[in-house]
């Protein structure tokens, strides 16, 4: 037996998109992802609604597997790629601290003149 047609179609675009949204992870394009991102949750709300009153039959399961793997392991990949832009941003926000905290203190210490003392505590 074959995959009903549109079953076929709605889960050959998800996979378009799961494929190009780890691109554009790969690629640093985080805007694109985002706009992405959209089309492939509209994809995946489609197939809910075409299986929602009939569930996908026994023998499409078995020929749509790989598609599945494939969809799933793309968003292994993905998520690892995001967790890696988060933890980037995270290092980046730290940085930002401590130059923050670096310019607070050499802006306290702005205009204030230090005169070397002798011994004795005079000049």
Request: charged share 20%; hydrophobic share 40%.
């Given at each position: 037996?074959?995959?009903?047609?549109?079953?076929?179609?709605i889960?050959?675009?998800?996979?378009?998109?799961?494929?190009?949204?780890?691109?554009?992870?790969?690629?640093?394009?985080?805007?694109?992802?985002?706009?992405?991102?959209?089309?492939?949750?509209?994809?995946?709300?489609?197939?809910?609604?075409?299986?929602?009153?009939?569930?996908?039959?026994?023998?499409?399961?078995?020929?749509?597997?790989?598609?599945?793997?494939?969809?799933?392991?793309?968003?292994?990949?993905?998520?690892?790629?995001?967790?890696?832009?988060?933890?980037?941003?995270?290092g980046?926000?730290?940085?930002?601290?401590r130059?923050?905290?670096?310019?607070?203190?050499?802006?306290?210490?702005?205009?204030?003149?230090?005169?070397?003392?002798?011994?004795?505590?005079?000049?």
């Amino acid at each position: 037996m074959k995959i009903p047609p549109n079953l076929l179609a709605i889960y050959q675009e998800i996979l378009t998109h799961s494929q190009s949204m780890l691109r554009l992870a790969g690629e640093g394009q985080w805007d694109e992802l985002i706009d992405m991102e959209v089309n492939y949750l509209s994809a995946v709300e489609k197939l809910a609604k075409a299986t929602q009153n009939e569930p996908v039959p026994t023998h499409a399961q078995e020929q749509l597997r790989p598609v599945l793997r494939h969809i799933l392991d793309n968003e292994a990949e993905l998520k690892k790629l995001l967790k890696y832009r988060q933890d980037e941003i995270a290092g980046l926000i730290q940085q930002a601290g401590r130059q923050k905290s670096v310019n607070s203190a050499y802006t306290k210490g702005a205009g204030v003149v230090l005169f070397p003392t002798g011994a004795n505590g005079y000049s």
